[in-house]
């Protein structure tokens, strides 16, 4: 495991509209289909699946039809913004990124969860995934799942120049500069991050700045004020 100061940053949460179809229906016999929107999940082992068939069971009379959204970021919440703003959202539960909690319940697109909710409930959860869900002192969603940040290493390169996985980022730059000056390959990336105009480019300079000992903000509303701190977090990026 790499030492450091690097630490998955986005977590993802499912929170209810403001529509009928989350409330309690009085005739507890009639069938109820909610309908979730999610991001795709990439990869062959989607579990939304088997969740919902789980919540299913458990919730007899209740079905959740399941309808996927673009796996960007960008494109999720102008989708939810659009629709919601018409109150014309054909759809009861929705996945969302951890930085649009506060939006939507300021909007009033979210159902407050607070009375359904318990202490009890919460703690199982790590602190960090339910802090962002709260607004205003009120439960607005709750944790589903979290991003952490795993690196995965080429095994026939390093075994190739005789080199173990790094433990730390020092050596893991060291490691890059070695093998790309060896490989003499243009083609070759050190390390893949996100370097687009988008949502991941600032997901990871913040994480170097911040593993680096850099702050966004100074106590008196400075941006950055550590600059050399934030200089060397992104020389680290390039670095790869």
């Known amino acids: 495991m790499l030492t450091g100061g690097w630490r ?3 977590l993802v949460l499912v929170l209810c509209v403001l529509v009928a179809g989350c409330a309690q229906r009085p005739d507890a016999a009639a069938a109820v ?10 990869g062959p082992s989607d579990p939304v699946p088997a969740l919902l068939r789980e ?11 399941a309808e996927s959204l673009s796996w960007n970021s960008d494109d999720q919440h102008q989708f939810f913004v659009i629709n919601l703003e018409g109150r014309g959202a054909a759809f009861d539960v929705m996945m969302l990124d951890v930085v649009w909690v506060a939006e939507f319940a300021r909007a009033g697109w979210l159902l407050d969860l607070s009375p359904w909710v318990t202490r009890a409930e919460l703690e199982p959860h790590f602190p960090s995934t339910i802090a962002p869900a709260t607004w205003n002192g009120r439960v607005w969603a709750m944790p589903w799942l979290m991003n952490v940040g795993i690196l995965y290493y080429r095994a026939d390169l390093l ?3 005789g080199l173990t996985p790094p433990r730390t980022w020092e050596a893991l730059v060291d490691q890059v500069v070695r093998v790309r000056a060896a490989e003499r390959n243009p083609r070759l990336d050190g390390v ?18 911040w593993a680096n000992g850099g702050r966004m903000f100074g106590a ?12 060397g977090g992104l020389a680290f990026l390039r670095a790869l």
């Not at 919540?55 to 039809?65: A, D, L, S």
């Not at 893949?192 to 700045?209: C, K, M, P």
């Not at 941006?223 to 050399?228: A, C, G, H, L």
Request: proline share 4%; no cysteine.
């Open 33 to 42: 289909t909610l309908v979730f929107k999610h991001a795709k999940i990439l």
């Open 192 to 209: 893949l991050w996100q370097g687009r105009q988008y949502e991941g480019l600032t997901v990871n300079a913040l994480e170097a700045i």
């Open 220 to 231: 008196d509303g400075t941006v950055f004020p550590d600059e050399e701190r934030a200089a």
């Open 8 to 10: 998955g940053r986005a």
């Open 55 to 65: 919540f299913e069971r458990r919730h007899p009379g209740v079905r959740v039809q």
């Open 159 to 161: 075994g190739k120049y």
